[in-house]
């Protein structure tokens, strides 16, 4: 199989190649793709039924008009101040990102890493040596995680040719590989022996492989999905399922508990949720977090142990911050990963405040339990 298969790949960039919007529709959703890029593929479009206005796969790919709301930043989590050289991100100790690529198969209408595909040429790896020579020098560097942008987009001899060059740095021992390909184009997979022999070869005793998918909704888990699936997991590499929780899309606990569900049928840990991030143009697609928690817990406890091996968390500035509990006074958040060591498992009661989407919402402390002393609070007893 040659390595272009992406190029081979007909994307649809333009809102007015949508017979299935009205003639207003179009001319109102160009002023959203004029701001924010759209890019879908028959594929995934196909998934969609028209004929609801509800319909989940529509409320991912398809812009809306309230993307044009104000709210929310170009860089919710901070990642900037993370970047130790272009493309190269280093947050948590044994933890790099590399951002390998500019663009995905199709683009969630929820992205939080907008920017990306606002300004590439700032954002993506350009330096490859220096990137290897960054993670070579950092032996605390443990896992390298490839993201972007998708890098199933990259062609897999360009795809190789990092994950050789990580493979030959002794203490790199996980490579993760961050890709919506087997929900947006599982025919990348599908269709590419090259890439499973690659990821084969490369996943050994010595150093695990894992794709860490992004289904969002049960019903991208189509029959080529499924077969994407069953390649990769013939590989030998793992593979971890993390979503948001978005509006319209996976906020019921039926839908959410279908999908956890539907996960575990086929091998796929569910690994994390998400808080949906600030990101701009997201108002319309965050929950509430105390909501998302109460969605989560139902969904929950609609499935078995193997499906609800999930997370909820918020990847905030300063670390993943779980929300570990809501009760009918207060919030409980715990970090799960600090990017400073001393906020490792450090863990706060906060009085509830319902409209809180991050953080940074949340005014009313009650208690704060520093990390390496969790039995002493710092706070009102
Ligand atoms: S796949 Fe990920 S990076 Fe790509 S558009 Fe969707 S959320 Fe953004």
């Known amino acids: 199989m040659p390595n272009n298969v992406v190029a081979k790949t007909e994307y649809i960039t333009n809102i007015e190649q949508l017979e299935n919007l009205t003639q207003q529709e179009r001319v109102e959703l160009k002023k959203v793709t004029n701001k924010f890029t759209f890019r879908a593929n028959e594929y995934y479009l196909s ?68 920017r990306v595909f606002i300004n590439a040429q700032k954002e993506c790896l350009k330096d490859i040596d220096s990137a290897m020579e960054y993670i070579n020098s950092h032996q605390e560097i443990t896992n390298v995680l490839l993201t972007g942008g998708d890098p199933l987009v990259l062609s897999t001899a360009k795809l190789e040719n990092i994950i050789r060059r990580l493979s030959e740095i002794d203490h790199v021992r996980i490579i993760r590989i961050g890709t919506r390909m087997p929900v947006f184009q599982p025919s990348r997979i599908v269709d590419d022996p090259s890439l499973l022999e690659m990821l084969s070869k490369y996943n050994n005793q010595h150093r695990a492989i894992y794709i860490m998918t992004h289904f969002a909704h049960s019903n ?27 509006r ?103 009085k509830r405040n319902p409209k809180a989407y991050w953080l940074d919402d949340y005014e009313e402390i009650i208690r704060d339990y520093p990390a390496d002393q969790p039995y002493r609070s710092h706070g009102p007893e």
Request: glycine share 6%; with cysteine; proline share 5%.
């Open 47 to 114: 998934l969609i039924n028209w004929d609801d206005p509800n319909d989940p796969i529509r409320r991912i790919i398809i812009p809306q008009t309230c993307e044009l709301d104000q709210w929310g930043r170009l860089d919710p989590s901070d990642e900037q101040s993370y970047t130790k050289l272009q493309g190269l991100e280093h947050k948590y100790d044994s933890t790099a990102l590399l951002l390998v690529s500019s663009v995905c198969g199709g683009i969630c209408r929820y992205c939080f890493r907008k």
């Open 248 to 350: 319209g899309v996976n906020d019921t606990p039926k839908v959410l508990a279908a999908l956890l569900a539907d996960l575990s049928f086929v091998g796929v840990v569910p690994y994390y949720i998400f808080q949906c991030r600030p990101a701009i143009g997201n108002k319309a697609y965050a929950i509430p977090i105390e909501e998302g928690y109460d969605i989560i817990e139902q969904a929950k406890a609609q499935v078995s142990g193997l499906a609800k091996r999930i997370r909820f968390v918020m990847s905030h500035s300063t670390g993943k911050i779980e929300i570990v509990a809501v009760t009918d006074k207060f919030t409980y958040l715990k970090y799960h990963r600090a990017a400073k060591d001393q906020n490792n498992g450090r863990f706060f009661i906060f």
């Open 220 to 246: 991208e888990l189509t029959d080529l999905a499924l077969k994407a699936i069953t390649l990769l997991h013939k590989t030998g590499v793992e593979i971890a399922n993390q979503t948001p929780l978005i």
